[in-house]
């Protein structure tokens, strides 16, 4: 069956770093969009980062204008698993963040990891 599993989140103080990692599997990773979203209490999911599908001669990523210089999305093929690189973290970075998957109106998504900014 069809699994993205995040990992990487936790507490943080400001200014920190975490690394997000979503592995997949039961579906073919290389012929997906992936797109990391948080959610944060109170406010609607929104899209962080976005990587395109895998190809071996070119990579095309998107950025939430909050996020961007700061966050990197990344995709390893051989290991089925995208990342998230987060940098200089703020306190409004806190948030459960979600692993995305999607290509031709399907969407997998996983359970979500939490994100704490605080000193």
């Known amino acids: 069956q069809v699994q993205l599993v995040e990992s990487g989140g936790g507490l943080v103080q400001p200014g920190g770093s975490l690394r997000l990692s979503c592995a997949a599997s039961?579906?073919?990773?290389?012929?997906?969009?992936m797109n990391w979203y948080r959610q944060a209490p109170g406010k609607e999911r929104e899209l962080v980062a976005r990587?395109?599908?895998?190809?071996?001669?070119?990579?095309?990523?998107n950025y939430a204008d909050s996020v961007k210089g700061r966050f990197a999305i990344s995709r390893d093929a051989a290991k089925n698993t995208v990342y998230l690189q987060m940098n200089s973290l703020k306190p409004e970075d806190t948030a459960i963040y979600y692993c995305?998957?999607?290509?031709?109106?399907?969407?997998?998504w996983g359970q979500g990891t939490q994100v704490t900014v605080s000193s």
């Open positions: 995305n998957a999607f290509r031709n109106h399907i969407n997998y």
């Open positions: 990587i395109n599908a895998y190809s071996n001669t070119y990579s095309v990523t």
């Open positions: 039961g579906f073919t990773f290389n012929d997906y969009v």
